[in-house]
């Protein structure tokens, strides 16, 4: 079992940055891939970002690509997703999540889900 839970969602202006994290229990972190989704009132669940076990392989969603940076600490069973130049349309609760597989960590069958924090981007 991993459980999951997001922190540092809050209230920014477009243009600006916030990280979130994701500290997730158990021992067997190291060996889970990560990922972040975001959903959007009215709309579905969608693909943000994910990373491998080891951090060296990382995938984005295009619309984040190159403003959003995914990364982990095994060490501290956290993983991160920092936010860069955002936007009113990345208002949305992102959810962290946990799978054993690449395919699984970037579906919406993932095994493991936080709770999600908010981020809201004013313009």
């Known amino acids: 079992q991993v459980q999951l839970v997001e922190s540092g969602g809050g209230l920014v202006q477009a243009g600006g940055s916030l990280r979130l994290s994701c500290a997730a229990s158990?021992?067997?972190?190291?060996?889970?891939?990560m990922g972040w989704f975001r959903q959007a009132p009215g709309k579905e669940r969608e693909f943000v970002a994910a990373?491998?076990?080891?951090?060296?392989?990382?995938s984005y969603a295009d619309s984040v690509k190159g403003r959003f940076t995914i990364s982990r600490d095994n060490a501290k069973n956290t993983v991160y997703l920092q936010m860069n130049s955002l936007k009113p349309e990345d208002t949305a609760v992102y959810y962290c999540?946990?799978?054993?597989?690449?395919?699984?960590?970037?579906?919406?069958?993932?095994?493991?889900w936080g709770q999600g924090t908010q981020v809201t981007v004013s313009s």
């Open positions: 999540n946990a799978d054993k597989s690449f395919s699984g960590v970037a579906s919406r069958q993932s095994d493991y």
């Open positions: 158990g021992r067997t972190f190291s060996s889970y891939y």
């Open positions: 990373i491998s076990w080891s951090g060296l392989s990382t």
